[in-house]
């Protein structure tokens, strides 16, 4: 296949210092994988942050393209998986990390690594939604799994104004889950209220410093997207049975709880890793959110943007005050 010219979103390491900026580069330079894409949208994820600042548990070698989640349209194929024209979604894997990422307009992946767009979902939707979406949904699908239902209870959604945790609000609302949302925002109050909380507390009600191994229970469930001390809030303020579904570790890696309330409540700790996911699984996530739990919100989630934005808005996410999901459109 000819040679393509392009944009693409670049960091480089130099005497341990990282520079960002947009670069003209070649499909020849791109890695020799089955499939060649033509991106039409990126989001920005936390991931993409770390690894555009250097953070080498991200991002082991640079020059890098970041980009953990992309959406576009099928150039070639070397298998007959896809055909040419077809609108796929990818990520996962080892995608944007230590792979050549979604900030580009072109992107070569294995054949195993797309999955072809739903019907009822368009490519904006689908990176609205992206690795964010995909994790809340996985979240609640492995919870419901373990027998969670909105009769059980309210759940909490941790960190409820990024990405994860927008998309986890607004899921559990439209399921008829009475949702309340976790923030350190006062100004996103609005918002959170828009997407379906129906209540909202701050961070320093789930940071418990009581130092008791059990406290009365406050929720039926929680999604996670914090760790370390909220997280070990979360599992002891569980109420009977429920769930508590881990997928981030924006406050840190570490926790430190009892085993009491998973003998005398029957809570149940579900790591959520969407990397590996099966494609059996992957498919069904991706087709729930196509249908039946699609938000109806996707709207005000989303700001969209152009490549030439994407290093102010890595900046306000590394300062954590970003909101919802920022799409780069090419």
Not at 66 to 79: F, R, Y
Not at 240 to 250: F, K, M, P
Not at 260 to 282: M, Q, S
Not at 293 to 303: E, G, I, N, R
């Amino acid at each position: 296949m000819e040679q393509i010219d392009y944009k693409a979103f670049v960091v480089r390491e130099e005497n341990g210092t990282f520079h960002r900026k947009i670069e003209q580069k070649s499909t020849t330079e791109l890695p020799d994988h089955d499939v060649l894409i033509q991106v039409k949208y990126a989001a920005l994820n936390y991931k993409d942050a770390l690894s555009s600042n250097g953070h080498k548990g991200i991002t082991r070698n640079y020059p890098h393209t970041p980009g953990v989640d992309a959406c576009g349209i099928v150039v070639s194929s070397k298998t007959d998986d896809f055909e040419p024209g077809e609108k796929v979604i990818v990520t996962s894997y080892d995608f944007g990390m230590n792979t050549s990422g979604g900030f580009q307009e072109y992107i070569k992946v294995p054949a195993t690594w797309p999955v072809k767009l739903p019907k009822g979902m368009s490519l904006e939707e689908a990176m609205i939604l992206g690795t964010g979406g995909f994790t809340a949904a996985l979240s609640l699908y492995k919870m419901e799994q373990n027998g969670q239902c909105p009769e059980m209870g309210p759940v909490l959604v941790t960190g409820s104004t990024g990405g994860v945790g927008s998309m986890a609000v607004c899921i559990l609302a439209e399921q008829g889950y009475d949702v309340i949302a976790a923030s350190g925002k006062k100004e996103a109050h609005a918002y959170l209220h828009e997407l379906g909380a129906k209540e909202i507390i701050s961070r320093e009600e789930v940071n418990d410093q009581s130092g008791r191994p059990l406290l009365r229970s406050k929720w039926a469930g929680a999604i996670d997207t914090v760790g370390d001390n909220t997280l070990a809030t979360c599992i002891k303020a569980c109420g009977r049975n429920g769930s508590i579904a881990v997928c981030g570790l924006v406050q840190s890696a570490d926790l430190n709880t009892s085993v009491y309330p998973f003998i005398l409540n029957g809570v149940n700790v579900l790591g959520i890793e969407t990397a590996e996911t099966p494609r059996k699984i992957r498919n069904a996530i991706w087709e729930l959110l196509a249908n039946q739990w699609k938000p109806k919100k996707l709207d005000a989630m989303k700001k969209i943007i152009s490549l030439d934005e994407l290093d102010e808005h890595i900046q306000v996410m590394l300062q954590g005050k970003s909101k919802g999901r920022v799409l780069v459109k090419f």
